[in-house]
């Protein structure tokens, strides 16, 4: 049942990155054809394709976290037995989780208790009958941190208990493209030795 629950999850979460990245690619496409060819710009595409960029990247960032993708140095691990390297990462792990902790929480206080209320989104807003926009504030669009921030420890909870409980390995997402390439590689070599042959 939870396995089930994290694949769609992970499906959500991989689903909604590739919306933000192509929604915003899209956006400034439109942007730099407006302006070269009608020699208009539209305000609201620039400040909605920063937010949706600032949202990609959070969840993006979350992304990685499932697939153990984030940067670490780990060539002093190299002369020790994995599972020992698993239990020193999940160690550091822990700081990680500590910070994303307290990052959780300075970041519903300032959303929710410490930033202006009137503080909204300069050119973007919800139309409506009357020909006014409602304008959005600026907390929904700030609120991708703690949700962030919340993904990513779950995440690295997940890895953990992958690697520590259950003893499987996560592929480095870099390594298995290597390994992809080599492969291919070595089938051209084979292809073309056939040919000569």
Known sequence: MLRKLLNGFNRIESVLCRFLLATFVCLLFVQILSRELFDHSFSWIEELSTYLFVWFVFLGASYAARMAAHNRVTFQFRFLPQRAVDWIEAVADLFWIAFNVYFIYLAIDFIFYR???????????????????????????????????????????????????????????????????????????????????
């Open 115 to 197: 930033m202006n209320k009137f503080w909204k989104a300069q050119t973007l807003g919800i139309p409506l009958p009357d020909g006014t926009s409602l304008p959005i504030q600026m907390k929904w669009i700030y609120l991708i941190l703690p949700i962030a921030f919340t993904l990513m420890t779950i995440r690295i909870l997940q890895v953990n208990y992958v690697k520590l409980v259950r003893h499987e390995q996560i592929a480095d997402p870099d390594q298995v493209d290597l390994e992809k390439i080599k492969h291919d590689l070595h089938l051209e070599d084979q292809v073309d030795d056939n040919k000569a042959g």
